[in-house]
């Protein structure tokens, strides 16, 4: 024991030692301060009194004016007491008792994680519990309250006879958390209670019963354990429908058959899933792991909000990565399912038509060392494809009658093998002129086994489209590209600004790209192609390896950049890009009729830019689009600007697609986002959402809500639709969540309030 003090006085007659004036005790890690401090050495009892303060050695306070305990800290009597813990939860009580230096018992105590107003000490924190009596059990980790009141802003809102929660120091222990509520139009108001098993430090599980006022009793299930190199769960979840026909849309589906119900007439009313997610380090370097669901109908999760599974599209993968300074690997076998309404069958259906990929490969090598001064890279990409449905795409845009336009799928299976290498180098001359030689060489192996179905759809479309019914079983095809780009930055300072300007100019020289003349090549990852100032200097635009841009190209532009003194800054990108000779891939013929009505179609292509500018003061924005080569005319475009900063948060968004006939939008597209959010007063805010489709006069969705949030107490309260451009069927959501610091969450799940915001 270290002790100081002003004063120290023996007194041998009554056996006691009395400490008097800045009293400082340090006792097995447990410290005492006081104004004076009397140890009878009969009872071998400290009683300190005077602006008293223990801190424990597990970091709790203590603070008294008067305090009565044994020389080991563990037992005692305190009087008018305030205690702290180190996750900043306090106690506070008239009287306490602590016993076996594990259990302390507060009389007409007070307990909040709330921490005290420094201006307005005695103000009422946000919420707190009253109770005649406060058992806290440091051995089990527990906290139970007996003839308790739960005060909300001083207000008393509820009496609580008896409730127990876990010790503020502990992470993991076994009991019900705070159950939730949620409502949704098809499901009714529902009550969600879990419970909490603590089985391990290792592993756990949280089993979940939810009540539906429309669809019975959903129980869940999820099991998590953890490793040295890594963790897994795994989830389960069903219910046996008490009214499968809600989910029935009948005007937009006459036969009865939707997801969630299964066929009319169908007497199964069981729905379930189960899903697991997995991640283990093998080594420093490669990882393993997997994200599966299974489910009885394909929209489930995402109907019955499975945390976790219920994304819009949920990939299901296992996958092996490594990385390793400039190697990298990634296996993986992937399973696309689209959580939507529609059943499968339809002509809209999405699900049914998603592939296997069974597997994909990416391996990515740049040595380290340089190649003739310049800087040597490999790429190799492989991927297996198997699909059970033909996804094809029926409209009449332009062709009266006609039937397939696009082919999105190939009913069957594909496979690829690439192998690219690029080598490039760059020269600075003495007047900043930067010039990058560039080399590339790429090579494709493909084959298919095509339904068929396929095969009739394919030849239906080329006669539709005029081009030649090409498809082969199996081919192979090269790409050769030597290329130049040229750089000058310029600088240009001025008072209170630096600009940066730099015009930039490529030219690759190319062959034609091969088996393009007809519907040779199956397009799976080439699919989502856009042209605009993000894509402009790209030597090959496609998105993926099954198209490759052939003939020789030159893309001429510049960009932009510009500081200022005082905080703001802005960008720009502007160019074109022009055919130089040899076939344009984006003019030639292609299953999904990527590269039709894109800007690139003509030998000179569309220009593309984009303007964008940020200030201090939390506003920004940016107009990015294309315009026609000829007219200046509007071909797509999109707007955004966005104010952060105090009371208000605004963003705006407007986007514009011309029409694209060839892939089924005989209209243009125009849909404009705003959303806001405004502080009424400290702590409490207003925000809101809404997308509207202009041209389908449709507000696809919108939501609004309010929160309070402090360092101990957070409320949310929502309310969003969202409607379906096709049928104009409305789903509708309230939820609401509270959530106490030290004492859980109620209400809705976090995910489904935040999807309006």
């Keep these: 024991m270290l002790l100081a003090a002003d004063t120290l006085v023996y007194n041998n007659d009554n056996q006691t030692v009395t400490a008097i004036g800045g009293v400082q005790i340090d006792y097995g890690g447990n410290k005492l301060v006081a104004q004076r401090v009397v140890y009878d050495r009969n009872t071998k009892r400290l009683v300190a009194s005077g602006n008293v303060e223990i801190v424990n050695s597990d970091g709790t306070k203590i603070n008294s004016q008067h305090i009565d305990i ?9 009087n008018a007491l305030r205690v702290e813990t180190p996750e900043k939860a306090y106690f506070a009580a008239e009287s306490a008792e602590r016993m076996g230096g594990v259990l302390t018992t507060f009389h007409n105590g007070v307990y909040t994680a709330c921490e005290p107003c420094e201006d307005k000490p005695d103000k009422a924190p946000t919420w707190r519990i009253k109770a005649r009596k ?16 739960f005060e909300f802003f001083g207000f008393p809102l509820a009496y609580l006879p008896a409730f127990e929660i876990a010790d503020p120091t502990v992470k993991r222990k076994s009991g019900f958390l705070i159950p939730s509520i949620g409502y949704n139009n098809r499901l009714g108001v529902g009550v969600k209670v879990p419970y909490y098993f603590a089985l391990s430090p290792t592993y756990d599980l949280t089993v979940t019963g939810s009540g539906y006022t429309k669809q019975g009793f959903l129980g869940e299930a999820e099991w998590r354990q953890r490793f040295n190199n890594g963790q ?5 979840a069903g219910i046996n429908q008490q009214d499968p026909g809600a989910f029935r849309d009948f005007a937009a589906f006459p036969g009865g058959y939707n997801v969630n119900s299964g066929p009319a007439g169908d007497p199964n009313k069981f729905r379930g899933m189960m899903g697991t997610k997995g991640q283990f380090a093998i080594n420093p370097r490669w990882d393993f792991g ?7 109908d394909k929209n489930f999760s995402r109907t019955y909000t499975i945390e976790g599974y219920n994304d819009a599209v949920h990939q299901s993968s296992v996958y092996l990565t490594g990385l390793n300074d400039r190697n990298y690997f990634d296996v993986r076998a992937m399973r696309f399912q689209v959580q939507e309404n529609t059943p499968d069958g339809n002509v809209a259906s999405r699900s049914d038509k998603q592939p296997w990929v069974l597997p994909s490969l990416d391996y990515a090598y740049i040595p380290d060392m340089s190649v003739a001064g310049g800087q040597l890279s490999f790429n190799v990409n492989a991927r297996i494809i198997r699909r059970d449905d033909l996804d094809q795409a029926y409209f009449t845009p332009y062709v009266p009658g006609s039937g397939v336009q696009r082919v999105r799928g190939i009913e069957g299976e594909s496979g690829r093998l690439t192998a690219e290498a690029e080598w490039k180098r760059t020269f600075t001359t003495d007047g900043g002129l930067q010039l990058t030689p560039l080399l590339a060489l790429q090579g494709d192996v493909d084959y298919l086994n095509a339904s068929s179905a396929s095969l009739t759809a394919v030849n239906q479309m080329a006669t539709n489209v005029g081009a030649a019914d090409d498809m082969r079983s199996s081919f192979a095809r090269y790409m050769a590209t030597a290329g130049l780009e040229m750089r000058w930055p310029v600088l240009f300072s001025m008072t209170g600004s630096s600009h940066i300007v730099e ?18 090549v199956p397009n799976e990852d080439a699919q989502s192609f856009v042209f605009d100032a993000t894509t402009l200097f790209e030597r090959d635009k496609f998105s993926g390896y099954d198209r490759v841009e052939g003939g020789s190209r030159a893309n001429v532009g510049f960009r932009y950049s510009g500081a200022y003194d005082n905080g703001w800054g802005t960008n720009a990108i502007f160019g074109q890009s022009y055919q130089l000779g040899g076939r344009n891939s984006f003019d030639s013929p292609d299953l999904v009729n990527a590269g039709a009505d894109s800007g690139l179609e003509t030998s000179t292509s569309d220009y593309v830019g984009l303007v964008g500018f940020s200030s201090p003061s939390g506003f920004s924005g940016s107009l990015s689009g294309r315009f026609d080569e000829q007219t200046f005319e509007v071909r797509r475009a999109e707007v955004k600007a966005a104010y952060s900063g105090l009371p208000v948060s605004l963003s705006a968004k407007y986007a514009f697609i011309q029409a694209q006939p060839l892939y089924g939008f005989t209209t243009d597209r125009h849909e404009v986002t705003l959303g806001a959010s405004t502080h009424l007063a400290e702590n409490w805010r207003v925000f809101g959402t809404g997308t509207y489709d202009l041209q389908q006069s449709v507000l696809v969705k919108d939501g ?17 639709e969202s409607r379906d451009i096709n049928t104009k069927e409305v789903s509708q959501n309230v939820g609401f969540n509270l959530s106490f610091r030290t004492l859980g969450d109620f209400g809705s799940s976090q995910s489904s309030i935040d999807s309006i915001q």
């Design 503 to 520: 015009p930039m100019a490529q030219v690759f020289m190319r062959p034609n790209e091969q088996y393009v003349g007809g519907l040779a």
């Design 704 to 720: 609004v809500g309010f929160a309070y949030n402090d360092s101990c107490f957070t409320y949310l309260m929502t309310y969003s």
């Design 290 to 296: 997997w994200d599966i669901l299974l489910q009885t």
């Design 70 to 78: 044994t020389d080991d800290f563990a037992d005692g009597f305190v």
């Design 232 to 236: 897994y769960t795994l989830k389960l």
């Design 134 to 149: 406060i058992i806290w059990n440091g051995e089990k980790k527990t906290v139970r309250f007996e003839n308790a009141n």
